[in-house]
């Protein structure tokens, strides 16, 4: 009867030394997975269009010698939308720069309620096809911002225009959506 009672230990043994195979073989695999969620994660958001920060220009880090082009004078207005409970605008109008010209002109964002609130703002530019000859260097569109209550912020865009910029075009617009992320009471992904 012992000998029974051995090799049906031998038995569970084996089954217990199985069981915790398949279990390490599991933990890999989840540990496996949630290392590759973030970048999945994050192309499934770039591929959706959904939660995407507006990157740095990728020339802009490659900047040598830039020549200024002083015989053009391009004309840059400043626009700003809002969907959410701040004020939102440029402090100027308009300026005039020169193509390769760095350039810096601030936007004031005002939070009007009591409680903190993510936002984020979003370019577009007109006419369109001047968006690849735009530069931007620092932008507060860079990022997600967090305004506490009642609060008030200046932020910089700072900028130039590719020298390679079509000489018919003059006048370029330059506006921002800054829009609430989460809305109220949630907080954003």
């Not at 100027?92 to 350039?103: D, F, K």
């Not at 903190?116 to 530069?135: E, L, M, N, R, T």
Request: aromatic share 8%; with cysteine; hydrophobic share 40%.
């Amino acid at each position: 009867m012992e000998a029974q009672d051995k090799s049906g230990g031998g038995q569970a043994h084996r089954l217990n030394a199985q069981m915790l195979g398949k279990l390490v073989i599991v933990a890999v695999l989840m540990f496996g997975f949630g290392y590759a969620l973030v970048p999945l994660y994050q192309k499934i958001c770039e591929i959706t269009g959904i939660n995407i920060l507006t990157p740095k220009d990728a020339m802009v880090d490659g900047i040598g010698n830039t020549q200024v082009d002083k015989s053009r004078t391009i004309t840059v207005e400043f626009d700003a939308n809002s969907q959410g409970p701040w004020r939102f605008r440029p402090t100027v109008s308009s300026v005039q720069v020169h193509p390769g010209e760095m350039t810096q002109v601030v936007y004031e964002v005002v939070n009007t309620q009591g409680r903190s609130i993510d936002g984020q703002a979003i370019p577009s530019y007109a006419p369109q096809q001047v968006a690849a000859h735009f530069k931007k260097v620092e932008c507060f569109c860079f990022r997600q911002q967090t305004l506490g209550p009642n609060e008030a912020r200046q932020m910089p865009v700072v900028f130039f225009i590719d020298p390679a910029l079509p000489k018919d075009v003059k006048t370029i617009t330059l506006s921002y959506t800054f829009f609430e992320i989460g809305g109220p009471g949630k907080k954003a992904i």
